[in-house]
């Protein structure tokens, strides 16, 4: 059954991908009318590759127009893919422009057996951990904390209701969603592990563009490098294959990069283009991807002043071609985001403009969340700084919660990079915009935003080929053949040292899930013994009526497996219920009802006391639950209570 399962949602995915795939040929075919009389992508691999992450990415988008025109349906869902099939047919039996031979890459500068028997140590390494992401995350249920509370979450509301609803006590729910729609997709096809194989292939997908990208501008040794060292890293092998999106923004980062290197290279109107499709495609993502276009578009505006003269004519034609298709691409969710709310980056920039269900000490709450609660509060100073080199490099759980984080191996390799490249000479200049881009990058990430690890994941891409080309050109610098087994056999043992099958809790965490895999534990089981309130959730489902609303407090917020309505009344995120503003439980009471809440599940297991109301607000829920409750059910200190008329007023 298990297994089965597994089957049923790869073979859905690969189904939704070959659909992509069409709808990608379509995207290429007309960015080819840009400049017909020239050839456009001259290798069949990279072809084949660019249209495969271009159309994920126009059937997230065009899934939500779907949503918004409320045509969330299973027939819709096979229809849209099924046409990329379709289109994908016709335009393989017409044939692209140009010659599709593959084009002469970046010769590789050394051939040998210790060159192959290390490509064959590396390639093992990489496999061996899109294995045990397969094993450990792919192929489980839903489960981690994010991905039911609101990446699933929200797209089961969706599909639920046939379309893109305003969701308002969900902050999460008005940020672009572009990986959330191919989960809607999943969801519509009857799978909910197909969510799984979509970030899983999306690691693979990243990958493959790194070894192309390396093939092509540097050499097939750094693109092998570069593919394995970001599979390896630990935080993309703990969150490739699951619900949690922010591979995406690699998937298509990595794209958006190798659109860039053939724009700087051939100065083309359709390389610039499907630079800035790509870098919207990261910006409709998740918010942090808003940096893709923005500082693409600097390293466009240095090229042009570096690189062979373009008349202002030129350069603005191919910025703003840039910019519009960019814009395409992300502009309907920031849209989505102001018909809702008011504020088209909500919740950000509250002062400026506003939202709706929003107000002052929300957006206080929430920057506290993402700048104290999740991570370490780092000065913006050079103290600070230098913290964050600490922390990245030794205590990377610290920042935001995922030990290993980017590895310190690549880490290592880029600081390398940083101390040891601008003082060489006949350096590639990509290599050189690669730096800056990365350098840009982490100076909004330390001052503007959350200085959480996987945030920095919109650069990992980048960081990997720095880190790939700063070990070859060390190789090539030693002169004789035994001497370069020193770097590489030092790089094996630590990566090594890392790998899932190696390292004690990674191996451990996969041994644990065969019970499940091979049919040992059922899903309810697995779902059980990972999600503390699912006990609670089963008993609703099945003695609740129909109608019931369920209030979750006072930070639970994973909804996905209720088959109830439901409303956090979680006080970071979400301001529909404004718990300091009542002295008493019985108006709260009153104005839950007019939000049709019927029952409270309350679910005390994590508490952050450190919100400025805390102390009022846990009281209010305390005593709504003690005068304006019955308890019905209990699972330890997990209670559901009926919501009742009250008997009395805030305790002393």
Not at 97 to 110: H, L, R, S, Y
Not at 270 to 293: D, E, N, R
Not at 316 to 329: D, E, V, Y
Request: net charge positive; with cysteine; hydrophobic share 50%.
């Amino acid at each position: 059954m298990i297994i089965r399962e597994g089957l049923v949602a790869f073979a859905l995915v690969i189904l939704l991908l070959i659909g992509a795939g069409g709808w990608g040929q379509l995207g290429l075919w007309l960015l080819e009318r840009l400049r017909p009389d020239r050839k456009f992508i001259a290798s069949r691999w990279e072809r084949r590759y660019f249209a495969l992450v271009l159309g994920v990415g126009i059937l997230s988008w065009l899934t939500l127009f779907l949503g918004l025109a409320r045509l969330f349906y299973t027939a819709t869902a096979v229809a849209l893919i099924s046409l990329g099939w379709i289109v994908g047919l016709i335009l393989l039996r017409k044939g692209p422009e140009g010659p599709v031979a593959d084009a002469a890459d970046a010769p590789a500068k050394e051939r040998g057996w210790l060159r192959r028997v290390f490509a064959i140590c590396l390639l093992i390494l990489g496999a061996g951990s899109l294995l045990y992401s397969l094993l450990a995350h792919t192929l489980m249920p839903p489960h981690e904390w994010d991905e039911i509370a609101y990446h699933m979450a929200l797209a089961k509301l969706y599909v639920d209701a046939h379309g893109i609803i305003y969701v308002p006590f969900i902050v999460h729910s008005n940020w672009p969603m572009n990986t959330e729609m191919l989960f809607s997709l999943g969801l519509l096809l009857g799978s909910d592990v197909a969510a799984h194989f979509i970030t899983w292939f999306m690691s693979l997908g990243t990958a493959t563009g790194l070894y192309l990208l390396g093939k092509r501008f540097f050499d097939r040794r750094v693109g092998l490098l570069a593919a394995v060292l970001y599979l390896t890293v630990p935080l993309i092998k703990r969150l490739s294959g699951t619900g949690l999106i922010d591979v995406s923004l690699a998937f298509y980062g990595t794209a958006a990069l190798f659109a860039y290197a053939h724009y700087r290279r051939e100065r083309s109107l359709p390389w610039v283009g499907l630079a800035g499709l790509f870098a919207g495609l990261a910006a409709g993502s998740k918010l942090m991807g808003g940096a893709y276009p923005l500082l693409l578009g600097v390293l466009i505006a240095l090229d042009a002043l570096r690189g062979p003269r373009l008349t202002w004519r030129s350069f603005l034609t191919r910025a703003g071609l840039f910019g519009a298709l960019g814009l395409l691409m992300v502009g309907p969710w920031y849209a989505r985001s102001y018909a809702f709310t008011g504020n088209p980056i909500w919740p950000f920039l509250f002062q400026i403009f506003g939202g709706r269900n929003w107000d002052a000490l929300g957006h206080e709450y929430h920057m506290q969340s993402l700048l104290e609660i999740w991570t370490v509060d780092l000065s913006p100073t050079l103290g600070g700084l230098v913290n964050s080199f600490y922390y990245l490099f030794f205590e990377p759980e610290r920042l935001g919660g995922y030990p290993g984080g980017l590895g310190r191996v690549l880490l290592t390799l880029v600081a390398l990079a940083v101390l040891w490249l601008p003082a060489l000479r006949r350096i590639p200049r990509l290599m050189y915009e690669l730096l800056l881009f990365c350098g840009l990058y982490y100076a909004i990430w330390f001052l503007v935003v959350s200085p959480q690890v996987r945030f920095l994941i919109p650069i990992l891409p980048a960081l990997t080929l720095i880190g790939a080309f700063t070990f070859y050109h060390l190789w090539d610098l030693l002169p004789r053949p035994w001497l370069r087994w020193i770097p590489a056999g030092l790089l094996l043992l630590f990566l090594i040292r890392d790998f899932p099958w190696v390292d004690a809790a990674q191996r451990n965490l996969a041994l644990s899930r065969w019970p499940y895999l091979s049919g040992q534990r059922t899903r309810e089981d697995f779902l059980q013994e990972q999600i503390d309130v699912y006990p609670a959730f089963q008993y609703i489902n099945a003695n609740l009526p129909p109608q019931a609303t369920i209030l979750l407090l006072p930070y639970e917020s994973r909804g996905y497996y209720l088959e109830r309505s439901y409303f956090w009344g979680h006080p970071i995120s979400q301001r529909v219920i404004r718990f300091e503003e009542y002295d008493g439980p019985d108006r709260l009471a009153a104005d839950l009802r007019k939000l049709g809440i019927t029952h409270i599940l309350d679910n005390p297991h994590w508490l952050y006391s450190g919100l400025r109301y805390w102390e009022h607000d846990r009281a209010l829920m305390l005593a709504l639950e003690s005068q304006c409750g019955e308890e019905i059910a209990s699972w330890g200190d997990i209670i559901l209570y009926r919501l009742t008329e009250c008997d009395g007023g805030l305790p002393q």
